[in-house]
């Protein structure tokens, strides 16, 4: 108790001096027990980044301001024909294939700072031209020097299949406008979707005038509700429709029209239908004229044949006649004038001669 007394102090601060340590040697085994932690998940974190950075199917690079590729992963190598540690004694400069894109990639990251889906045209090391998608976005490394993160996508397969269904399509738009058959389609109410120049042209319309029109607007009004229930119901019913039809132009001239149309029935789509038909006025006309010239002949051998029979007949009625003249002419030698019978014999005569006449 003496000794506490007299180093009451000193072993106060003793103990405060032995607490302290021990708290200050719990704290540091903590901190660096996170620390371990802290770089046990960074390290964690970085392999995860560096797997997707090398498995990665797009071209990854990060490159210094200056245009130094500082790090690629192998779809970049793969996508322009280089070793990695080739390119890493290239700038990235050299790998652009069109010098005005570049400076335009260049305004664009100084406005913003990145650069999303800007259309890339790079060069292989063999010189082939490729055509990526590139985003690229501005990164501060350790040391606070400014790089980009670089991210590019090979888009030239699908620009040629893109370029490709265009020029088929127009191939398409070239044979659909330059046909002189009208082509259209039709909704399942007889409401034109589409028709090519061919169909404006005979029916006397400017382009899309006849859009959203019935095909029954241009016929006759008594044959309106057959359209309805003949063509529409036998079209989906059957599938398709086939015939001769008239139609009124725009300035009211009646046509002939052959056409057949089929009910299309698309998987994601409403049913429509595809048509086509051809202006067979003429024909129409001329078959016609055919039919009327023809009914002229027949008539004609008609004629002909009752003008052979006729013929015939007043040939023979003209021997009969002639015989009764004969005989008559003869009796008539025998009678003098003054004999009862002689002026009938010589109206006998005379009705021969009528009669032959």
């Given at each position: 108790?003496?000794?506490?007394?007299?180093?009451?102090?000193?072993v106060?601060?003793?103990?405060i001096?032995v607490?302290?340590?021990?708290?200050?040697?719990?704290?540091?085994?903590i901190?660096?027990?996170?620390?371990?932690?802290?770089?046990a998940?960074l390290r964690?974190s970085?392999?995860?980044?560096?797997?997707?950075?090398?498995?990665?199917?797009?071209?990854?690079?990060?490159?210094?301001?200056?245009?130094?590729?500082?790090?690629?992963?192998?779809?970049?190598?793969?996508?322009?024909?280089?070793?990695?540690?080739?390119?890493?004694?290239r700038?990235?400069?050299?790998?652009?294939?069109?010098?005005?894109?570049?400076?335009?990639?260049?305004?664009?990251?100084?406005e913003?700072?990145?650069?999303?889906n800007?259309?890339?045209k790079v060069?292989?090391?063999d010189?082939?031209?490729?055509?990526?998608l590139?985003?690229?976005?501005?990164?501060?490394?350790?040391?606070?020097?400014?790089?980009?993160?670089?991210?590019?996508?090979?888009?030239?397969?699908?620009?040629k299949?893109?370029?490709a269904?265009?020029?088929?399509?127009?191939?398409?738009?070239?044979?659909?406008?330059?046909?002189t058959?009208?082509?259209?389609?039709?909704?399942?109410?007889?409401?034109?979707?589409?028709?090519n120049?061919?169909?404006n042209?005979?029916f006397?319309y400017?382009?899309?005038?006849l859009?959203g029109?019935?095909?029954?607007?241009?016929m006759?009004?008594?044959?309106?509700n057959?359209?309805?229930?003949?063509?529409?119901?036998?079209l989906?019913?059957?599938?398709?429709?086939?015939g001769?039809?008239?139609?009124?132009t725009?300035?009211?001239?009646?046509?002939?029209?052959?056409h057949?149309?089929?009910?299309?029935?698309p998987?994601?789509?409403?049913?429509?239908v595809s048509g086509?038909?051809?202006d067979?006025?003429h024909?129409?006309?001329?078959?016609?004229?055919?039919k009327?010239?023809?009914?002229?002949?027949?008539q004609?051998?008609?004629?002909?044949?009752?003008g052979?029979?006729?013929?015939?007949?007043?040939?023979?009625f003209?021997?009969?006649?002639?015989?009764?003249?004969?005989?008559?002419?003869?009796m008539?030698?025998?009678?003098?004038?003054?004999?009862?019978?002689?002026?009938?014999?010589?109206?006998?005569?005379?009705?021969?001669?009528?009669?032959?006449?």
């Amino acid at each position: 108790s003496s000794f506490y007394s007299q180093y009451k102090g000193w072993v106060w601060t003793a103990i405060i001096a032995v607490s302290c340590l021990l708290l200050f040697i719990v704290g540091l085994g903590i901190n660096i027990v996170r620390r371990k932690r802290t770089e046990a998940a960074l390290r964690k974190s970085e392999e995860r980044y560096r797997t997707l950075f090398k498995q990665s199917r797009d071209a990854i690079a990060i490159v210094r301001q200056d245009g130094t590729i500082i790090d690629a992963n192998g779809s970049f190598s793969k996508l322009f024909g280089y070793e990695r540690e080739e390119l890493m004694q290239r700038n990235a400069k050299d790998l652009w294939a069109d010098p005005v894109e570049r400076s335009g990639w260049q305004e664009e990251m100084k406005e913003k700072g990145f650069v999303a889906n800007y259309d890339w045209k790079v060069r292989r090391k063999d010189g082939e031209v490729r055509d990526c998608l590139l985003t690229s976005t501005e990164r501060r490394a350790a040391d606070g020097a400014l790089q980009y993160q670089t991210i590019a996508r090979d888009i030239t397969d699908q620009k040629k299949s893109v370029e490709a269904l265009r020029q088929s399509e127009k191939r398409f738009r070239d044979l659909f406008d330059s046909m002189t058959d009208m082509v259209y389609t039709q909704d399942l109410k007889g409401r034109f979707l589409s028709a090519n120049p061919a169909l404006n042209r005979v029916f006397g319309y400017v382009h899309n005038e006849l859009i959203g029109l019935k095909a029954m607007d241009f016929m006759k009004p008594e044959l309106r509700n057959q359209f309805e229930s003949e063509y529409l119901k036998t079209l989906e019913a059957q599938g398709h429709y086939e015939g001769i039809t008239s139609y009124f132009t725009k300035d009211g001239r009646k046509i002939y029209l052959e056409h057949r149309n089929n009910l299309v029935r698309p998987e994601m789509d409403a049913p429509y239908v595809s048509g086509m038909a051809r202006d067979v006025t003429h024909r129409i006309l001329a078959e016609r004229q055919i039919k009327g010239l023809q009914e002229q002949m027949r008539q004609a051998e008609k004629m002909e044949a009752i003008g052979v029979l006729a013929g015939g007949i007043a040939h023979d009625f003209n021997n009969l006649l002639m015989g009764i003249q004969g005989n008559a002419s003869l009796m008539g030698v025998d009678i003098d004038a003054g004999h009862s019978h002689h002026e009938k014999l010589k109206n006998i005569e005379q009705y021969v001669r009528n009669g032959a006449d």
